[in-house]
């Protein structure tokens, strides 16, 4: 007997698929992620393409293939992301994690904001990286762009950043806004904030921050040109954000 499952979809997926919320029928349940996508694919065979390269997120963590999906868990399908380089539609004024290190906002990031929540007596260096919109893309011209979120799950990923960067580089201190909505030219999309003892430590971990953040972080942007638009993706060759280099 066939049951029903609710799956989440993004970004240019959702496009494809005609929908952000998907009532799909499965055989039944349990149900592995990577048989989820075969029943998928024969579902939907135009957008075969894009659920290959997607991943399964169950209850709002990434899952390997042979990973069972129980009755009553979160599942969406997530296309490559493109953070910074829940579906929740309802506009609010920002979420952040659970221990306030990282927010998504729908309004203008403060740089400032985000460096005084690694701000540390003790710490003799200090970096903000900060991603802006740019007009010009080789001689494409970007008239604004429109980001996309799955909120909570965009926000655990960002709060483990900050986790792994502590562990990688001790006494390290992270913190990384986003903001999601439309971002115009020269507008700010993503602040990210590191703070160590010394300098070195510093410009790694920023760098890890700002890469694993375009790695794994549920988030998607849209460029919208004067003749189009187009969601873009990983662009760096195979994507696996369960790879935490």
């Known amino acids: ?19 952000a919320s998907l009532a799909f029928s499965v055989p039944a349940l ?9 029943l998928l694919s024969e579902a939907y065979p135009d957008a075969q393409s894009q659920i290959a390269t997607a991943f399964v997120a169950v209850n709002q963590e990434y899952a390997l293939p042979d990973q069972l999906i129980q009755s009553g868990d979160e599942v969406a399908l997530i296309p490559p992301v493109s953070g910074g380089d829940g579906t929740d539609q309802q506009h609010s004024e920002s979420s952040s994690s659970s221990d306030g290190t990282c927010t998504i906002s729908y309004h203008r990031l403060s740089v400032e904001e985000t460096i005084a929540k690694v701000h540390d007596d003790n710490h003799g260096a200090t970096l903000s990286f900060v991603g802006t919109t740019r007009e010009m893309t080789g001689q494409m011209r ?4 429109e980001y ?7 926000l655990k990923e960002m709060q483990q ?15 990384i806004s986003h903001r999601i909505g439309t971002v115009g030219i020269g507008e700010t999309s993503v602040v990210i904030a590191v703070s160590s003892p010394h300098r070195e430590t510093c410009y790694e971990a920023s760098r890890y921050a700002i890469e694993q953040l375009k790695r794994s972080v549920p988030i998607w942007k849209k460029e919208i040109w004067d003749d189009g638009s187009e969601w873009k993706g990983s662009q760096t060759g195979p994507w696996d954000p369960t790879d935490r280099q």
Request: net charge neutral; glycine share 10%; hydrophobic share 45%.
């Open 1 to 19: 007997m066939s049951t029903t499952i609710s799956i989440l979809l993004f970004a240019g997926l959702a496009d494809r698929i005609g929908t």
């Open 30 to 38: 349990p149900l592995a992620t990577g048989d989820l996508k075969l």
């Open 142 to 145: 970007t008239v604004t762009l």
């Open 148 to 154: 996309e979120a799955y909120i909570p799950m965009a």
């Open 161 to 175: 950043i900050c986790v792994d960067i502590h562990g990688r580089w001790p006494g390290t201190k992270c913190a």
